[in-house]
């Protein structure tokens, strides 16, 4: 369900970047987006599941159905009326948060600013609907039904694709369309989920409750989850800011590249995540610390066997990607060439989000948020730093584009946030590494540089991807991405690995 929704995501952005191309109304739509889809991505991938989910896990395992729902309920009212002050304070506030998030003057200068508040106003309230939207998908992932949650954005990508398309050639400024389509989007999702809790008899009846117990101990983990599970997200908001001050086009190229790596990050990453951590909180709930490593272990086997060599691809064929998805219509030769410069520098950091995804579970789990913050602080002021040294370097020498060094200074903070996460768990003793890794790291290397050969050739052999047509490149990539998939996975065999390595935490925790 997670790749039918990147799947759609990619149809969605195909359609925005040859309708409206990388300027002044895509900069101003993707900030106006990007201030409520921030929020989103803490709350539906990060602090508010990472809080809710363990403390509903207990309560499912510890306590009755009835202070099970009572839970839900309180939860439901509460978090309600906060989205509701929230969002009336983030529209009649639309101007001052883009001089915020976007504090550069030529923003101001070429009209992006007022044309971006405008859209504001329509985009913000989707951080209502969905927060919502996430709370009905976290109830249903506890009681282990992933497929509603996982499927829903779909639904975001066609309410866009439908505005972008039919709506937006009747408008004065056609890109306002595109803000009207998250205002709808967000309603949509909501009442989708809503027959799914009723049938599963979870439908919450909203209730206030600031002073319930479990309410009370979701607030508390939130606060510190809120910056330490999406360190990466304001990584990428730091970037917005710093990319205001650049030509424009900076920003869209930015998402664009970003949307390409958040395809394996939503199917991979976010999917596995989501997966585990019922598993972990309900293991840390039963005192089962054996089975607790060993479904870190058995995430991290998958990792190593998937994420790597999609890092490794998607440099690889970070031209053809961007060329063969955006090039067309209102999106030049130009802007394919810059959205693959970023798409190149982010590439490395894909290893690094996924990991941060996997490994902040071990701590949200066991109501460990101190010491991801810890360490997402770290990670973001390491960010910062790489941010205006890569920036003004590159301004100076010329040797990439300026907005690329906003990705790489995200990779490597990226990196480092994954790499403390895994030594503290190591540290603490909550993951002790099972036999057999070596057996691992050694084919799983020696099959990159075999897919790595295979797609170089083939490239080298294809040559210039712009001669091609629209429906050719299509073709020929999906080829491509098949066939280095075959050829990675046969190298895997051929070097000794198998699928009952991989097969599960019970299956690796016995060897």
Not at 43 to 72: C, H, K, N, W
Not at 293 to 307: E, F, K, M
Request: charged content about 10%.
């Amino acid at each position: 369900m997670t790749f039918l929704s990147r799947v759609s995501g990619l149809a969605r952005d195909m359609v925005i970047s040859r309708g409206f191309g990388a300027g002044v109304e895509t900069d101003a739509f993707f900030v106006a987006f990007k201030i409520p889809n921030l929020l989103r991505r803490f709350f539906s991938e990060g602090a508010f599941a990472q809080a809710f989910v363990p403390v509903m896990a207990e309560y499912r395992a510890t306590r009755s159905t009835a202070e099970a729902r009572d839970l839900i309920d309180r939860t439901a009212g509460s978090l309600a009326l906060v989205l509701l002050v929230v969002t009336a304070i983030g529209v009649i506030a639309a101007p001052l948060l883009i001089l915020v998030f976007a504090p550069g003057p030529g923003f101001s200068e070429d009209g992006r600013a007022v044309l971006a508040t405008d859209m504001l106003r329509f985009t913000f309230p989707y951080i209502l609907f969905i927060s919502l939207t996430a709370l009905a998908g976290s109830v249903l992932n506890t009681y282990r039904r992933f497929a509603v949650p996982a499927f829903t954005p779909v639904l975001l990508n066609v309410v866009l694709i439908v505005f972008a398309t039919a709506v937006a050639p009747l408008l004065e400024r056609p890109a306002l369309a595109l803000a009207l389509g998250v205002f709808a989007a967000g309603a949509v999702q909501l009442a989708f989920q809503i027959p799914f809790l009723w049938r599963a008899k979870l439908l919450p009846r909203p209730k206030l409750g600031f002073a319930h117990a479990g309410v009370k101990r979701i607030r508390t983990l939130m606060v510190p989850i809120l910056f330490g599970s999406s360190v990466a997200q304001i990584n990428i908001l730091i970037d917005m800011m710093i990319a205001s001050f650049l030509v424009a086009g900076s920003y869209s190229w930015l998402y664009y590249s970003d949307r390409l790596v958040g395809f394996p990050l939503g199917v991979f990453g976010i999917a596995l995540a989501t997966a585990i951590l019922p598993s972990l909180s309900e293991q840390h709930a039963k005192v089962s610390m054996e089975a607790f490593s060993a479904t870190i272990d058995w995430a991290l086997r998958l990792v190593l066997l998937i994420g790597v060599p999609a890092a490794v691809g998607l440099m690889l064929l970070a031209q053809p990607l961007t060329t063969t998805i955006y090039y067309g219509g209102e999106f030049t030769d130009t802007d394919t060439l810059m959205a693959t410069a970023s798409l190149l520098a982010f590439g490395p950091g894909l290893v690094g989000f996924i990991l941060v995804k996997v490994l902040a579970p071990g701590y949200f789990s066991r109501q460990d948020t101190r010491t991801p913050v810890r360490i997402a602080v770290q990670a973001l002021v390491l960010n910062s730093v790489l941010n205006i040294a890569f920036v003004l370097v590159l301004l100076r020498t010329g040797w990439a584009p300026a907005h690329a060094g906003l990705a790489a200074a995200t990779s490597i903070s990226g990196l480092y946030n994954a790499a403390r996460l895994l030594l503290g768990l190591r540290r603490d003793g909550v993951y002790r590494p099972l036999p057999g890794w070596k057996a691992l790291l050694l084919p799983v290397m020696g099959a990159c540089i075999v897919m790595s050969l295979f797609v170089w050739w083939t490239l080298d052999r294809i040559g210039d991807w712009y001669v091609l047509g629209a429906w050719t490149r299509a073709g020929v990539l999906v080829a491509l991405v098949a066939a280095g998939v075959v050829v990675y996975f046969a190298a895997c065999w051929l070097f000794g690995l198998r699928p009952s390595q991989f097969r599960g935490p019970a299956a690796v925790s016995q060897g």
